[in-house]
């Protein structure tokens, strides 16, 4: 079988395209390539329109198999192909798009799961939400990105230690410390003292050393899911007089001026702490993202919903418990086993694509209180029990491994593209 794959944001352009919409795509597509090679021939494509019908014309001439993957959201993925043609995508609402806007039958992604005749997305969550608008028999499979090995083999090496001992990172670009930061540029034009930081500066190199009961969450700021507001007033409020408690917020996006300066501000608001908060921005080499993710206790996440969530799935593969809400995808893996779980309410919102921000579906807030609860029976743990942390350690693991190892990716692969190739012999 040959299999043909595609994403918008691919090595050429990921720098540039670092934060914007369905960069993460990419790094999805990286994580699945070395599955699909176990499976079949794997040809990546950046221009699908020239060369995927070539291709499958080409394939059908010798009577092989052929299949295009396109690593992107139903609106846009390509239905015009002689080539069978599956989206993967992620997706963390309730309901998926089924109106249309700006002339784009795609929009409503019932148009485009029809003409595929399949799907791949990366939880029962979304499986759910693609049967309520396709019917119950729709073949949609979850299959989530299989980062767990490589994760797993990082964790075995690091150990699970619950604190901190003076673990160094080196880092090339931007690094804020709350313990060194002035935060008076920062509060309300009348009451602003001093000059901020300049974020055009050139990029330099740097360091800090991290201590005591890390908690680390990796995100896109300008993400509007991810909530970054209530883990940083939950964590200033529940350690506002615990030294030694660390968030470590480490920041994906390719400009990040505006962000940064909206996160010192909600710094200055929730003054004053005697906890650290440390803003990382810039490239972590693999041993010092090894030497974070050694350093951390808790992998922290507040969003209002997740498609999957890469980062939460590399950290708890690496035997590190998690901060975090039970919805959307997040369910899949997160449990009271390996978890400090946020409660969270489901409230109206808009597809975020959609220009009329019209209510269709739901989103999942978080709880304050019971972010700040979680924040402090985690810390209880890390601090004196050390043998429950290591048993939320080892099932972190293990339930990670049942949910995205290699060996289940490459299991549903294998039968779900055996019925898409059974399904193009009728055509």
């Known amino acids: 079988m040959l299999i043909i794959i595609h994403s918008e944001t691919n090595k050429s352009n990921i720098e540039q395209n670092l934060g914007r919409p369905e960069y993460s795509y990419y790094f999805v597509l990286k994580e699945f390539r070395p599955v699909l090679e176990r499976i079949g021939q794997v040809i990546e494509v950046s221009d699908p329109d020239e060369l995927v019908d070539r291709l499958y014309f080409d394939c059908r001439s010798r009577g092989e198999d052929c299949v295009f993957l396109s690593f992107s959201p139903p609106h846009r993925t390509p239905i015009h192909y002689a080539c069978p043609t599956i989206p993967v995508f992620a997706w963390e609402f309730s309901t998926i798009p089924t109106d249309t806007w700006h002339g784009e039958p795609r929009h409503d992604w019932r148009v485009v799961l029809e003409a595929a005749g399949a799907a791949i997305t990366h939880s029962s969550f979304t499986v759910q939400a693609v049967r309520d608008a396709m019917g119950p028999a729709y073949p949609v499979s979850a299959i989530p990105a299989p980062v767990w090995d490589r994760f797993a083999h990082r964790g075995q090496a690091l150990g699970q230690s619950a604190l901190a001992q003076r673990v160094t990172l080196n880092l090339r670009g931007l690094l804020l410390d709350s313990r060194t930061l002035d935060l008076r540029p920062y509060g309300p034009p009348a009451l602003r003292e001093g000059e901020p930081v300049s ?7 740097c360091q800090v050393e991290l201590d005591g ?25 529940t350690f506002r007089d615990t030294a030694d408690a660390t968030l470590v917020l480490k920041l994906t996006h390719h400009d990040i001026s ?18 650290r908060v440390v803003l990382i921005h810039g490239f972590l080499a693999d041993a010092d993202y090894e030497r974070l993710v050694e350093a951390t206790s808790f992998v922290v996440n507040s969003s209002f919903g997740e498609g999957q969530c890469l980062p939460l799935m590399e950290f708890m593969s690496c035997g590190k418990p998690a901060v975090a809400p039970f919805n959307t995808a997040m369910a899949d893996y997160i449990d009271a086993d390996n978890a400090f779980i946020v409660d969270s309410t489901d409230e109206l919102t808009a597809w975020p694509h959609d220009p009329r921000a019209a209510y269709r579906t739901l989103r999942y807030v978080t709880n304050w209180d019971s972010l700040c609860s979680a924040y402090q029976a985690s810390y209880a743990v890390a601090k004196h029990d050390q043998v429950r942390y290591a048993r939320m350690a080892a099932h972190a693991v293990n339930r990670l491994q049942g949910f995205c190892s290699q060996a289940v990716a490459e299991q549903r692969l294998r039968m779900f593209l055996a019925d898409v190739a059974a399904q193009a012999k009728t055509v």
């Open 199 to 205: 974020f055009d500066r050139p990029v330099g190199d």
């Open 213 to 237: 009961v890390i908690y680390t969450s990796v995100f896109n700021p300008y993400d509007g899911r991810k909530n970054w507001q209530d883990m940083l007033s939950a964590f200033c409020t």
């Open 258 to 275: 505006d962000a940064l300066n909206d996160m010192l501000h909600h710094l200055y608001k929730n003054q004053s702490f005697r906890c």
